[in-house]
């Protein structure tokens, strides 16, 4: 079973294959097989597809953290 877990809201790309797609993580549900976990990711076209964990990477935004750690100082 897979240990990753991305939450609602969160950004993340798809990782591998032969094109990219980043965009939030709208949804999640296990399949019937009760441990097999998938996302439903939109982008900013509202397109939706549906990935398992281990076809994903979290997005880290590093200009919004720039700006937390200039507030902080």
């Not at 990753?4 to 709208?26: A, C, P, R, S």
């Not at 880290?60 to 720039?66: A, D, Y």
């Given at each position: ?30 399949k ?42």
């Amino acid at each position: 079973m897979d240990q990753t877990i991305f939450l609602k809201h969160n950004k993340v790309e798809k990782v591998g294959g032969d094109y990219q797609f980043v965009g939030h993580v709208v949804a999640s549900f296990f399949k019937l097989n009760q441990t097999s976990m998938r996302y439903v990711v939109e982008d900013d076209r509202g397109v939706l597809h549906i990935y398992s964990a281990k076809n994903l990477r979290l997005v880290v935004n590093t200009e919004t953290e720039n700006k937390t750690n200039e507030n902080k100082q």
